[in-house]
């Protein structure tokens, strides 16, 4: 089992959610919610209003999203979905755990009660330069005060 934070459209209440608790592409478990050591970039973009977290560490906010324990199934499933590596790179974050439901080993147990954990995250270092100068959001909401509803797949 891997660690998957997720901060976007797979998050509870949002359009993807339904693919993380679909166990026909594997397993993901809800572990608690976290939010990323370091700040980074959180923008919404594109014509589609996509969230996507810039790998630009230092800047930005420290993001807010949910901790998965998710299988080798589901976590192939997540590198396709999520475009890895063009549109998204997954790469391991340090995680603040800021609320825990997860029960797992003494290791994860520890990790849990020392306050971070290592996630896989999918972030970009792949951006046209003007989206640096979007908005930067903490946390994402798809119907959240920017106005900028995400559009499914499935409608593009």
Not at 15 to 39: C, D, S, W
Not at 51 to 80: C, K, R, W
Not at 97 to 125: H, I, M, N, P, Q
Not at 148 to 155: I, N, P
């Amino acid at each position: 089992m891997a660690r998957v934070f997720v901060y976007g459209t797979l998050k509870k209440g949002q359009p993807n959610y339904k693919h993380m608790i679909n166990t026909a592409k594997g397993l993901a478990k809800f572990q608690g919610r976290g939010r990323t050591v370091e700040k980074y970039p959180l923008v919404i973009a594109g014509k589609y209003n996509i969230p996507y977290m810039l790998n630009i560490p230092g800047t930005g906010h420290h993001i807010a999203g949910e901790i998965y324990s998710v299988d080798e199934q589901m976590l192939q499933f997540l590198d396709e979905f999520e475009g890895c590596p063009d549109m998204y790179q997954r790469t391991l974050m340090r995680i603040q755990v800021v609320e825990w439901e997860g029960k797992g080993g003494a290791g994860e147990a520890r990790a849990a009660a020392d306050g971070v954990l290592e996630c896989f995250v999918y972030s970009t270092a792949t951006y046209p330069p003007e989206w640096v100068g979007l908005p930067y959001h903490d946390s994402y909401d798809s119907l959240g005060k920017h106005g900028l509803a995400y559009v499914l797949r499935e409608s593009r």
